[in-house]
């Protein structure tokens, strides 16, 4: 099993930024793709970005493309996603997730493990 654990969500501002982290333990970090979702409440869980195993390659929602960057620093096991210039419409319950393959998916079906999740509130 591999265990995630995010952190650094909280309430901020439109304009604000925000940095979240997710700390992975029980498995080797770099075998595994990352990727962040959200859910909003009433809405399905959404794709936000994602991360090869290397970090070489990432993918983003376009919505979020020039204002959110995935990172990860495979020696301390964790994936970042840098927000920046938020928006009320970013608010959400973010999760990050691993899949046990070199690159990232849009699709919540293909990770294997998610975390519990950390929670952003943009005011307007």
């Known amino acids: 099993q591999m265990q995630l654990v995010e952190s650094g969500g909280g309430l901020v501002q439109a304009g604000d930024s925000l940095r979240l982290s997710c700390a992975a333990s029980g498995r080797t970090f770099s075998n595994y793709a990352m990727g962040w979702f959200r859910q909003a409440p009433g809405k399905e869980r959404e794709f936000v970005a994602a991360?090869?195993?290397?970090?070489?390659?990432?993918d983003y929602v376009d919505s979020v493309k020039g204002r959110f960057t995935i990172s990860r620093d495979n020696a301390k096991n964790t994936v970042y996603l840098q927000m920046n210039s938020l928006k009320p419409e970013d608010t959400a319950l973010y999760y990050c997730?691993?899949?046990?393959?070199?690159?990232?998916?849009?699709?919540?079906?293909?990770?294997?493990?998610w975390g519990q999740g950390t929670q952003v509130t943009v005011s307007s």
């Open positions: 997730a691993a899949r046990y393959s070199y690159s990232g998916s849009r699709l919540p079906r293909g990770y294997d493990y």
């Open positions: 991360i090869s195993r290397s970090g070489g390659s990432t």
